[in-house]
């Protein structure tokens, strides 16, 4: 019974370059949440995706950041051109349904640094 | 009026001694309280979660309390033990519309041997 799965675990960038998390949610889940947790603060929501859709973007930031969570296939957090300011660790949360009927269960994040 | 504001920031306790955390929300609309624990280079896990309609909610060591009038809640954690040391958030979030998490600080802390 795998939990949720996100790889890589840790990833280095150099400024400039693209980074692409994946988040694979548990058996049988079909919302995928991203949030970003910054050093020494709480996580932050940025976008919230059922399978082909978009739910709730308002987290993200307007340039350089997409998600996407195909028919099949994990869920993919993808930013463009990466600068330090991205260096955080990026969590994937899943849940059966929506909020109040399932609980959101957290992947271990991929630690994203950009040097 | 999205935000959860979460106090200490970083709490000991003894061994054995009760751990007390407080959040504050401001959104009426929340209806759904969790609260996360997370180890260094982990994830967070779900601990145990409240809905408004009850005022407390007990698991094993663990108790929220829950004051709607106030907007606020609280994790107790009984009989602290060293393996309880980590760091706690406190969430929020609507069961209509997006059910995005709306997270506290979050609280170090450190159970003392």
């Known amino acids: 019974n795998a939990g949720v799965m996100q790889n890589p675990r840790h990833l280095v960038r150099r400024r400039g370059q693209e980074a692409r998390l994946r988040c694979s949610p548990m058996?049988?889940?079909?919302?995928v949440y991203w949030y970003r947790q910054l050093p020494e603060e709480g996580l932050k929501f940025m976008v919230y995706?059922?399978?082909?859709?978009?739910?709730?973007e308002s987290g993200m930031p307007k340039e350089r950041f997409s998600a996407e969570f195909p028919k099949e296939g994990p869920s993919i957090l993808r930013i463009q051109q990466v600068v330090r300011g991205d260096s955080a660790a990026y969590f994937c949360?899943?849940?059966?349904?929506?909020?109040?009927?399932?609980?959101?269960?957290f992947g271990p994040g991929t630690r994203l640094t950009v040097t | 009026q999205q935000q959860v504001k979460q106090s200490p920031q970083s709490l000991i306790v003894q061994k054995g001694g009760i751990s007390i955390i407080n959040c504050a929300y401001e959104?009426?609309?929340?209806?759904?309280f969790p609260w996360y624990q997370q180890f260094p280079g982990k994830g967070p896990a779900l601990l145990i979660a409240i809905r408004p309609d009850v005022s407390e909610k007990k698991e094993g060591r663990f108790t929220i309390s829950f004051n709607k009038s106030a907007k606020q809640f609280s994790l107790h954690i009984m009989d602290s033990q060293p393996g309880d040391s980590a760091t706690y958030f406190c969430a929020a979030s609507r069961r209509e519309g997006a059910q995005k998490l709306v997270f506290g600080q979050g609280t170090r802390l450190t159970i003392n041997p």
């Open positions: 058996k049988g889940h079909s919302h």
């Open positions: 949360a899943s849940s059966l349904g929506a909020g109040g009927v399932g609980e959101q269960y």
């Open positions: 959104n009426t609309a929340f209806d759904y």
């Open positions: 995706l059922q399978k082909e859709n978009i739910i709730d």
